[in-house]
């Protein structure tokens, strides 16, 4: 399994803009589907958004026009820009490292954030 550390999360101001990363270990990122997914409090984890190791990108319809991810396979790092951020956007958002033939479906801790005036 990769192993998948989060960071960027925080509290911000409706409107507001954040950027999260997740960062894997290991030497073979480029092979990874990666994901983001949010949870908010009581309820289940939902996609946010993935992009696969040829670039393709779905977003939930919540988020289009929104957010955007990308990733950087030189630095093993998978990007969430999220902008013109509401309230509704509050949730842990996890990453997610997933690979089918080998069977690796890996998660991150979680970064929390918090859109609040």
């Known amino acids: 399994q990769v192993q998948l550390v989060e960071s960027g999360g925080g509290l911000v101001q409706p409107g507001g803009s954040l950027r999260l990363s997740c960062a894997a270990s290991?030497?073979?990122?480029?092979?990874?589907?990666m994901g983001w997914y949010h949870q908010a409090p009581g309820k289940q984890r939902e996609l946010v958004a993935t992009i696969t190791t040829g670039g393709r990108t779905i977003y939930a319809d919540s988020v289009k026009g929104r957010f955007t991810i990308s990733r950087d396979n030189a630095r093993n790092t998978v990007y969430l820009q999220m902008n013109s951020l509401k309230p509704e956007d509050t949730a842990i958002y996890y990453c997610?490292?997933?690979?089918?033939?080998?069977?690796?479906?890996?998660w991150g801790q979680g970064t929390q954030v918090t859109v609040s005036s």
């Open positions: 290991g030497s073979n990122f480029f092979i990874y589907d």
């Open positions: 997610n490292a997933r690979q089918n033939v080998l069977k690796i479906n890996s």
